[in-house]
């Protein structure tokens, strides 16, 4: 069985400054970890993924995560906020490589907020 | 290439009546999984599809069901409906990027039970 908690379901930072997201995971075989952004009333965009490559993920939009096995983490982070950044964003497990036939475990989602 | 296409967007329908969503995949792709998303349980998987066959079932009553076709659009139906099925619907369909497989998401559809 797998599952996924990320550990705030808020974050608010001011724009400019460091994001850090984070996400821990429980998985019996080897996953296949993702992060996904939900911008309001839009469908959900892949930022990045991690299937047993290198460790430190580069993804879209300067967001980068590293899968770290021996915390079970792979936290999201990205250098410096940008106001656009303000989305609903979730952690994925799967312990099939590209999230196969068991479908997707979602985290409940981190709401990152940018202050002016 | 066009993404992933959900219709209709939104949807409004009454207690009891059944209701038919539609997804559209990626040109090429052949498997589409649907998920449920509300605020109380986050997004749910509810099922997926390959080749006309459902692969595998999330954990959701015999009312959620769907089908595809062999142009790879899929269906989903939802009978008897309860205030509870309010949420949105979100269907992905998955490719090969390079040597790894993707899910990529449509915009979804928003139900509304009254």
Known sequence: AQSVTQLDSHVSVSEGTPVLLRCNYSSSYSPSLFWYVQHPNKGLQLLLKYTSAATLVKGINGFEAEFKKSETSFHLTKPSAHMSDAAEYFCVVSDLTGGGADGLTFGKGTHLIIQP | ?114
């Not at chain 2, 109380?40 to 079932?57: H, I």
Request: aromatic letters at 12%.
């Open chain 2, 1 to 114: 290439k066009a993404g992933v296409t959900q219709t209709p967007r939104y949807l409004i329908k009454t207690r009891g009546q059944q209701v038919t969503l539609s997804c559209s995949p990626i040109s090429g792709h052949r498997s589409v999984s649907w998920y449920q998303q509300t605020p109380g349980q986050g997004l749910q998987f509810l099922f997926e599809y390959f080749s006309e066959t459902q692969r595998n079932k999330g954990n959701f009553p015999g009312r959620f069901s769907g089908r595809q076709f062999s142009n790879s659009r899929s269906e989903m139906n939802v009978s008897t409906l309860e205030l509870g099925d309010s949420a949105l619907y979100l269907c992905a369909s998955r490719g090969t990027v390079g040597l790894q497989e993707t899910q990529y998401f449509g915009p979804g559809t928003r139900l509304l039970v009254l």
